[in-house]
């Protein structure tokens, strides 16, 4: 979604939008392939989606409400790291959107991602939490792929 967009649409609406944005996504991008057999990769999905609002005070219900059709993916993905290499690294890099340009935003990016990852986890789906504060992104990386070819879905496309 366009950084404009963060820029000037705030608050429910901006939820609404991320979320059409989500199904959109699901509608043409991930169920045709699913259905053409390959594995999909997607970053930015439900848990996202519970947390990037939260800085504009959505109800974190709301957003659940919003998300909640979204289709389950067999793994959903949390990468955690310390609030302060957190707010090191956007400073070395800079911020991609007004919710990293606050103050603590690292602090609270942290507490709405345990957060989601909870409700996540109380309707059912299978999450795996990897901790990036100290790992080079090969290793992080190399600790999804060991962990995608636990899953029933990958042993039955390798038979």
């Known amino acids: 979604m366009a950084a404009t967009l963060t820029a000037t649409v705030r608050g429910n609406a901006l939820a609404c939008l991320y979320a059409a944005d989500r199904y959109h996504h699901i509608e043409t991008e991930i169920e045709p392939y ?7 990769i997607s970053d930015r999905y439900v848990a996202s ?3 990037i609002q939260r800085f504009d005070d959505v109800d974190p ?12 993916p067999d793994l959903a993905v949390i990468l955690e790291a310390k ?16 919710f990293q340009l606050l103050p ?4 609270t990016e942290v507490a709405y991602y345990q957060h989601a990852t909870s409700c996540l986890n109380a309707v059912g789906y299978t999450t795996l939490r990897i901790d990036c504060t100290s790992r080079e992104p090969q ?9 995608l070819r636990t899953l029933p879905a990958a042993k039955e496309a390798a038979c």
């Open 34 to 40: 699913l259905r053409a057999g390959h594995l999909v």
């Open 49 to 51: 989606g519970l947390v």
């Open 61 to 72: 219900e709301f957003l659940w409400q919003l998300n909640a059709r979204a289709r389950r």
């Open 83 to 98: 609030p302060h290499v957190i707010a090191e690294r956007l400073e070395a890099r800079g911020a991609h959107n007004r």
């Open 104 to 107: 603590d935003s690292s602090h």
């Open 139 to 147: 290793q992080t990386a190399a600790a999804i792929r060991d962990h």
